[in-house]
């Protein structure tokens, strides 16, 4: 069974900095691609970062290239998303999810090709 454990949400200011992770278990983690998504209220989820099986991979949205890091230690079974810069706009309940086929160099983009998923965290920016 997977589970996918996020923390590190909270409340910050704009112009500060938060880490989420996401804890794996259940399933061999170094094989699968990785992804966080988000979703605001009133809006549908939407793509933020996602990370290959062995990290040499990272692609982002535009909305976040340049403030967001997403890493991942598969000694660990983690992955992170740093965030830097917040603004009011980031405010969303922050998901991440596993794709388990995990082949793909680059890893996807769309909710669709992803199995499994946590359970969310919140992320409230302050103006």
């Known amino acids: 069974q997977v589970q996918l454990v996020e923390s590190g949400g909270g409340l910050m200011q704009a112009g500060g900095s938060l880490r989420l992770s996401c804890a794996a278990s259940?399933?061999?983690?170094?094989?699968?691609?990785m992804g966080w998504f988000r979703q605001a209220p009133g809006k549908e989820r939407e793509f933020v970062a996602a990370?290959?099986?062995?990290?040499?991979?990272?692609t982002y949205a535009d909305s976040v290239k340049g403030r967001f890091t997403i890493s991942r230690d598969n000694a660990k079974n983690t992955v992170y998303l740093q965030m830097n810069s917040l603004k009011p706009e980031d405010t969303a309940v922050y998901y991440c999810a596993q794709d388990a086929s995990g082949s793909s160099i680059v890893p996807p983009r769309s909710h669709d090709e992803y199995e499994y998923w946590g359970q969310g965290t919140q992320v409230t920016v302050s103006s």
């Open positions: 990370i290959n099986r062995s990290g040499t991979y990272r």
């Open positions: 259940g399933r061999p983690f170094s094989s699968s691609a």
